[in-house]
């Protein structure tokens, strides 16, 4: 998640929200006060809950990441650990801040409820596996299911490997590049590939439906999808497998998917 901060009618100085935290030191811990979440500009932050007194990662968070978003929604003490993987530089939001930012801009509340919802089942699975409540993991189990244990890494690579863009497996993955009036970053952001600027804000979205992935193009892309070649119509979804090449306005990707 990107953000802009604004203060009264302007923009504040970027520094004023700036948390720079060594490797290795915590953030916060369970149990303390919070009223300010975090949104990471650089690094990598461990989430750590003690279980059976045993401290498990829950999640290992990156670049765009947020976390201690329940101390705001729900006025809550931490629910776990933030420690510092790396050097990490934070961007600091307390609850003026947040409130402002869903009131100019409801897409930043929308992709803030699919990641709490993806991150709650990860660690909903994790502590079943990890209490012994799990169902058997057998073929007839759903648990692969909703744990993705069973599923594929799913990935947009760029020629040359220079970069890759994960999918998301429940939720659908928008391409396209940052805009930078709101600060929305998409899912797959092609911004740093885009010299000629060929990409919409909003190209295109890749959804799962039954298991297979589709790609559909926005409504309002200018330089068109391309699924092998062919360009696609907007709005149709079009079936994507595993070598397939995609090209988003002038950006050349393939899509992948490793089986585990």
Do not use: C
Not at 13 to 20: G, K, L, P, Q
Not at 54 to 70: I, N, T
Not at 71 to 97: F, K
């Amino acid at each position: 998640m990107k953000v802009v901060l604004k203060s009264g009618g302007g923009a504040a100085s970027f520094e004023e929200y700036i948390v720079r935290v060594p490797a290795g030191e915590t953030v916060f811990s369970e149990g303390d006060v919070g009223t300010e979440m975090f949104v990471i500009q650089s690094g990598t932050v461990d989430i750590v809950k003690k279980v059976k007194d045993e401290a498990r990662v829950l999640s290992v968070l990156e670049r765009g990441d947020f976390f201690g978003e329940m101390s705001i929604l729900e006025d809550v003490p931490r629910t776990a650990d933030a420690i510092a993987r790396t050097d990490v530089e934070l961007v600091r939001i307390n609850q003026s801040t947040f409130d402002e930012m869903l009131r100019h801009n409801g897409e930043i509340a929308v992709r803030m409820l699919r990641k709490l919802s993806r991150r709650l089942r990860e660690t909903t699975a994790l502590l079943e596996q990890t209490t012994g409540e799990a169902p058997a993991l057998d073929e007839s189990s759903d648990f692969f299911e909703r744990t993705g244990a069973r599923d594929g890494i799913f990935r947009l690579v760029a020629d040359g490997g220079v970069e890759e863009f994960y999918l998301n497996r429940d939720t659908e993955t928008l391409v396209g590049r940052i805009d930078p009036v709101t600060g929305i970053r998409p899912d797959v952001d092609l911004t740093n590939l885009d010299g000629p600027r060929s990409v919409s804000r909003r190209h295109a979205k890749i959804v799962r439906v039954d298991g297979e992935f589709q790609v559909i193009e926005e409504i309002g892309t200018m330089n068109g999808t391309f699924v092998n070649g062919n360009r696609i119509a907007t709005g149709a979804p079009v079936p994507i497998h595993d070598g397939d090449r995609l090209r988003f306005g002038l950006v050349d990707l393939t899509f992948r998917v490793t089986r585990s």
